[in-house]
């Protein structure tokens, strides 16, 4: 004897991200909602990262969906994260500043330009490669 499980009649998202939510949504919140609709569902949680921005943009076309005779349920959330200490969180967030930043610089020490080209460039108003010079030049090692 089997026990079969009949599957549910009902379902509502809990977790939706629109295009508020940095690199982890996309659209906007009307966009998720006729997805909804579309889908046999009737209600939706917006629950964007770290911010309420799209929950306005949900509300709106929650209203006019309603005045429409819809039946739709907007929910509200966000996804929210717990810092157990500011201080400790400046810290590390200046330190990764500081860090891209030196790491910027040191990038920008170690672009090479090729200063000879343009210097016969505006001596001669054109530059004439020798061939057999250029080949045994090795462009992984610096020039003295």
Sequence with gaps: MSLLIPPPTKF??????????????LGYPS??????????????????????????HARKHTEKLQKAGRKYRQLYGCEFYFVPSLTEWRGDYEA??????DAKSEAKALEVTDIDADDDVKATG?????????????VLKDEV
């Design 96 to 101: 990764h500043r500081q860090a891209v930043r």
């Design 12 to 25: 509502v998202g809990f977790h939706g991200h629109t295009g508020f939510s940095v690199f982890d949504g």
């Design 31 to 56: 966009d998720h909602i006729d997805f909804v609709l579309e889908n046999g569902m009737d209600a939706w949680a917006l629950t964007d990262h770290g911010n309420g921005s799209g929950l306005a």
């Design 126 to 138: 054109h530059t004439i490669e020798d061939e057999d010079e250029t080949k045994t030049i090795d």
